[in-house]
């Protein structure tokens, strides 16, 4: 028995709109995907999955803060005074090595994932507004097709005269 992977799966999806799309546009309602499908193309719907899914949101949400960049500052000043002292006596690679490995890689990675939370919610409301664009248009244009299919229809109609 094969099993495909949701991956697989979206990816049909999504020719079979496409196809649906170029052969019946009329028919076509605007999709919205939802953060629940994009997890589930990451791990899967099993309960590990879900678990994984879980733990790893958790763990991008705690270190992702700023309250973890103020934290991960603070243990990073633990070893600086021995680094600085080191570094004024002619260690500068004990001094570099701080500032790259305890400093900037500790900071920075708290501070990027923050970065890129606001980054995803703003992709985000976009995403949201254009869905509810695309809808509104899609709704128009049905609404013209069947005005032109009436006015065909008018058309062929034999005038009683």
């Known amino acids: 028995m094969s099993q495909t992977s949701p991956s697989s799966d979206m990816t049909a999806m999504h020719h079979a709109a496409m196809t649906m799309a170029k ?10 995907v939802n953060i629940r499908e994009v997890r589930e193309l990451v791990h899967g719907t099993s309960a590990i999955g879900h678990f994984n899914n879980r733990l790893a949101v958790v763990i991008t949400s705690s270190v992702g803060s700023m309250w973890a960049a103020y934290l991960f500052v603070l243990i990073s000043l633990v070893s600086f005074p021995q680094a600085l002292n080191a570094f ?27 970065g ?15 869905h509810e664009t695309l809808t509104a248009l899609h709704t128009i244009n049905v609404q013209q097709l069947q005005i032109l299919e009436m006015l065909a229809k008018l058309r062929e109609e034999p005038t009683a005269g």
């Not at 004024?88 to 004990?94: C, I, K, P, Q, R």
């Not at 890129?116 to 949201?128: G, K, L």
């Open 23 to 32: 052969s019946d546009p009329s028919n076509l309602a605007p999709r919205h």
């Open 88 to 114: 004024l006596s002619g260690d500068t690679v004990t001094g570099i090595s701080w500032l790259s490995q305890s400093f900037l890689q500790l900071v920075l990675l708290p501070v990027i994932l923050v």
């Open 116 to 130: 890129q939370q606001v980054i995803s919610a703003a992709q985000d409301a976009r995403a949201e507004t254009d």
